[in-house]
């Protein structure tokens, strides 16, 4: 018996009788204490595209990327308000179970890491908690997680040895597919290129590329050209507002509003 | 590089003969113990870790009852002590309101403040009785002092130490461990548990730190232990501990070979306990120094 | 799924059981020490010396006076020669001597009181076949010495480098600039750090059980044996008669309360003395 989630990965029934996005956020706010850090936030992330979210430090887009795998209840004067809803689905809902929507909301952070344990335990990790045990089972979906990442070939034979000793930029690799091993159908990325040299974050920009066709991935990134090349959609965040939104294309040629085309043109920021 | 001044030469000279004389000492413990205990270490050699006879009368000495009695009651204290010491850190760094975090840490580290004595008093007057009336309550005979008294108050004196050195090791490991774990869907305990798994090293390195402890402890387990040199498995009955017996035979050894042989439990003691010392801060600094983050290279290899 | 919740809420549970079942003997101790001790002492326990075996009255006078020489000697010896290697070690800390003299800091914090007792028994009590109050403040001291070491390091270290440079640009040498700016500014810290040291070793009884012996009388001569109040505390304990027993009470009421109020006093004191010190 799996216990890997046999929903279809089509956005479900009541989203698309409401014919949302796979992720709507409505009016969001977000606070750390008494300080407001996000101001209602409007955004719709598209099924299967990738949405990047661009902005100056601090401007609140990884707290944003945060709120939505709610991430943030691990602060304790950390309190959101509005909406965010996924597939249909309040997140922040009374009843939400927060480890199933962690289950199906991947994230993979700015600094990989990987537990101090074997390549296939990390990826196997995940899988472990939901109960899985049979190390056949695993063992396929270790492999065809790794093979998600790009990483099968290179790792293939050293299954057992030491995730440590994997380079950076193959440690986020790692990363990457220790969240896809519980199949998520959401994945969110924070920078997850910027602690990498050029040639490994070609390679992951490779990577998000080829995921977008089964995943619906969020990335934050301060480089702009990155966002160019690898999102669909951006979303031009700034003090904790978001400014606009549109097909990347459209935010990086022919921006709407003024602070989007000085900061895309690097006037500031 | 200043350049080398008189001065300079002085002052290391200075400051380094004080620092000197820091290594002399401990290097003149071990020398002082051995000669100390030439007599006994000559008449008996060997067999004196074997013998179960301690007979000043007749000269005859062996220290297995004391070895064996400071093992025990030092496996008891830590089977003990252990889960509690590491459920405490476990609370007060990961579970506990941040309100509440110095004031526990505080009052735990009260019970680490309170002298031995005070503890082998407790012990006398309040655990003890409590232990004899347990005691009849088994149909064991109810002396109340015996290994169990002493297990218990080693326990209780052990935990602040172990407790918050298991807190140091917690401390150390990366938040970016736990958040890795809840972003997978972990539970709160299951995060814990991959903090846990990741400073298992240092953990277990305060463990024997505490272990440590404990087999140097004299005061409480001498007032509660019994003072008898048996070998027996019997947590009721009354035994004796290393330390408990140098404490009260010292200043009662009529002759030299009595105090030689005390002296050379004093070696034993000595030694075990640097040993165990040794082990487990090497334990500790490894895990220290994994969790410090590698320097990033400018070119990683092609395979990344 | 609900089962891993479960499993979850029980261990935090357990934690949460686990700090109840440490402060519950904390309580319980402090509960017994206040009650039977407080009640025992009155003002013949400060002012007089023990009576003869059996009789009952009496007073541990000489061992708290005994008490507080031991530690002024532990201090006297600890403290010197603690800081000044604390000074060298924060000196020069990445040469081969240093961390070998840590190494042996190390080891001297783990070795158990009793066996610094023996030492200092052989070092200075058998040379002139005495029990000595030297002998036990030399005990002490000791036991007081790792902490000192690594306290003065510790802090030295944290004072920032500015000072240092500003008092060499001035054209002070490495000594002065050490012992006129960079020391005084740790000395806070370094004071609380003696102070705490100090409470512990006040606390300590097996050391001195065959170094400072013990004293009935009246006495405060540095060569002759000499009354604690821990030995006199533990003399008593054993004993078989009540009234002993209850002044042993009282006298472990009286060293708690010296602890606490010495491990206070450090923090309090200090933080004065660090608000004088800053411009």
Redesign the interface.
């Known amino acids: 018996m799996t216990v890997i989630d046999v929903e279809p990965r089509t956005s479900n029934a009541a989203a698309m009788i409401m014919n949302e996005a796979k992720i709507h956020v409505r009016n969001f706010d977000f606070y750390y204490g008494p300080s407001k850090v996000l101001h209602a936030i409007d955004l719709d992330v598209p099924d299967r595209q990738v949405t990047a979210l661009i902005g100056p430090s601090g401007c609140g887009k990884s707290t944003f990327l945060r709120s939505i795998n709610r991430m943030n209840d691990i602060i304790p004067e950390a309190k959101a308000a509005g909406t965010i809803r996924i597939d249909g689905r309040d997140v922040y809902a009374p009843g939400m179970?927060v480890?199933?929507l962690r289950r199906r909301v991947g994230m993979v952070f700015q600094k990989s890491n990987p537990f101090p344990k074997s390549i296939f335990d990390n990826i196997a990790y995940g899988l472990r908690?939901g109960g899985m045990r049979g190390r056949r089972q695993l063992a396929e979906i270790v492999e065809k997680s790794l093979r998600r990442a790009a990483l099968w070939e290179e790792v293939k034979d050293r299954l057992d040895t030491s995730a440590l000793a994997l380079s950076g930029g193959q440690q986020q690799r790692l990363c990457i597919a220790r969240a896809l091993a519980v199949d998520p159908e959401i994945l969110l990325m924070d920078e997850p290129a910027s602690a990498l040299d050029p040639i490994a974050t070609a390679k992951i920009e490779e990577l998000i590329y080829e995921l977008k066709d089964n995943y619906t991935i969020v990335i934050v990134t301060h480089n702009m050209q990155q966002a160019a090349r690898v999102s669909d959609r951006t979303a031009f965040f700034m003090l904790g507002k978001l400014v606009e939104v549109g097909p990347t294309n459209t935010i990086f040629m022919t921006p709407r509003e003024k602070m989007t085309e000085d900061y895309v043109t690097g006037r500031f920021g | 590089m200043r350049v080398k001044?008189r001065?300079?030469r002085?002052?290391?000279l200075?400051?380094?003969a004080?620092?000197?004389?820091?290594?002399l000492?401990?290097?003149?413990?071990g020398f002082?113990?051995s000669?100390?205990s030439m007599l006994s270490i000559r008449k008996f050699g060997l067999s004196f870790w074997t013998t179960r006879v301690w007979d000043p009368v007749s000269g005859e000495f062996g220290a297995l009852p004391f070895i064996w009695g400071t093992l025990y009651s030092s496996v008891i204290a830590l089977l003990i002590a252990a889960?509690?010491?590491?459920?405490?850190a476990?609370?007060?760094s990961e579970?506990s309101p941040r309100w509440a975090r110095q004031p526990?840490s505080y009052?735990?580290e009260?019970?680490a403040?309170?002298?031995?004595?005070?503890?082998?008093?407790?012990g006398?007057?309040?655990l003890v009785p409590i232990v004899r009336k347990l005691e009849v309550w088994a149909g064991a005979p109810p002396l109340g002092v015996g290994m169990l008294s002493a297990g218990l108050i080693l326990a209780?004196m052990v935990?602040?130490f172990t407790?918050s050195v298991a807190r140091e090791i917690l401390k150390n490991v990366p938040s970016a461990q736990r958040e890795a774990a809840y972003a997978l869907g972990a539970?709160?305990?299951?995060a814990?548990q991959v903090a846990l798994g990741y400073g298992k090293q240092g953990i277990i390195g305060a463990v024997m730190l505490g272990f440590?402890r404990a087999?140097?402890?004299?005061?409480a387990v001498t007032?509660v232990i019994g003072n008898s040199p048996q070998i027996t498995a019997s947590l009721f009955a009354p035994q004796y501990t290393m330390?408990a017996v140098?404490?009260n035979e010292?200043?009662e050894a009529a002759d030299e070979l009595y105090l030689h042989a005390l002296?050379e439990i004093?070696l034993l003691?000595?030694i075990i306990?640097?040993g165990?010392?040794?082990l487990s801060?090497l334990l500790i600094w490894s895990m220290k120094s994994r969790s410090r983050p590698m320097p990033v290279l400018a070119l990683e290899k092609v395979a990344a | 799924?609900n089962r891993?919740?479960l499993?979850?809420r029980v261990?935090?549970t357990?934690?949460?059981?686990?700090?109840l079942?440490?402060?519950l003997?904390?309580a319980?101790?402090l509960f017994?020490?206040i009650r039977?001790g407080a009640g025992a002492l009155n003002l013949d326990f400060f002012t007089q010396i023990p009576k003869p075996v059996g009789e009952p009255g009496g007073g541990m006078a000489n061992a708290i006076v005994g008490t507080l020489i031991l530690i002024g000697l532990a201090a006297l010896f600890a403290v010197p020669?603690g800081v000044?290697?604390g000074?060298?070690?924060s000196?020069?800390p990445t040469r081969r001597?240093?961390s070998?003299?840590r190494f042996?800091?190390?080891?001297?914090n783990?070795?158990?009181?009793?066996?610094?007792g023996?030492?200092a028994?052989?070092?200075v009590v058998?040379p002139v076949k005495r029990f000595s109050a030297i002998a036990g403040g030399f005990a002490l001291g000791?036991l007081m010495?790792p902490v000192v070491?690594r306290t003065t390091e510790e802090l030295l270290r944290l004072v920032p480098a500015g000072l240092r440079e500003g008092a060499l640009a001035l054209g002070a040498?490495?000594?002065r600039a050490?012992f006129t700016v960079i020391l005084p500014a740790a000395l806070p810290g370094i004071i609380t750090g003696v102070l705490v040291a100090l409470?512990?070793v006040?606390?300590?009884?097996?050391p001195l059980?065959?170094t400072a012996?013990n004293n009935r009388f009246w006495s405060t001569s540095l060569m002759q044996p000499i009354a604690s109040l821990?030995v006199q505390?533990?003399t008593y304990?054993?004993s078989p008669y009540d009234d002993w027993?209850r002044q042993?009470?009282a006298g472990?009421f009286l060293?708690?309360m010296i602890?606490?109020s010495l491990?206070i006093t450090a923090r309090f004191a200090v933080r004065r003395l660090e608000r004088m010190n800053r411009p």
């Open positions: 179970d480890v199933e908690l | 001044s001065d300079d002085l002052f290391r200075a400051t380094g004080v620092a000197a004389l820091v290594l000492l401990v290097v003149g413990i002082e113990l000669r100390q889960p509690i010491a590491l459920g405490i476990v609370f007060i579970l526990l009052l735990t009260l019970l403040a309170i002298p031995s004595i005070v503890y082998g008093l407790w006398i007057f309040v209780i935990i602040p407790s539970t709160r305990w299951e814990i440590g087999l140097g402890e004299t005061m007032m330390a140098i404490a010292f200043t002296i004093g003691l000595f306990t640097i165990v010392n040794m801060r | 799924m891993r919740k499993l979850s261990m935090e357990l934690c949460l059981v686990a700090v079942l440490a402060l003997p904390l319980f101790i017994y020490v039977e020669v000044i290697c000074v060298h070690l000196e020069y001597f240093s070998l003299v042996a800091a190390d080891v001297m783990g070795v158990p009181s009793i066996v610094i023996i030492f028994y052989g070092l058998l000791l010495l070491i040498t490495r000594s050490v409470a512990r006040a606390g300590e009884t097996a059980l065959f012996f821990t505390v533990f304990a054993i027993h042993a009470w472990a060293l708690v602890i606490l491990s």
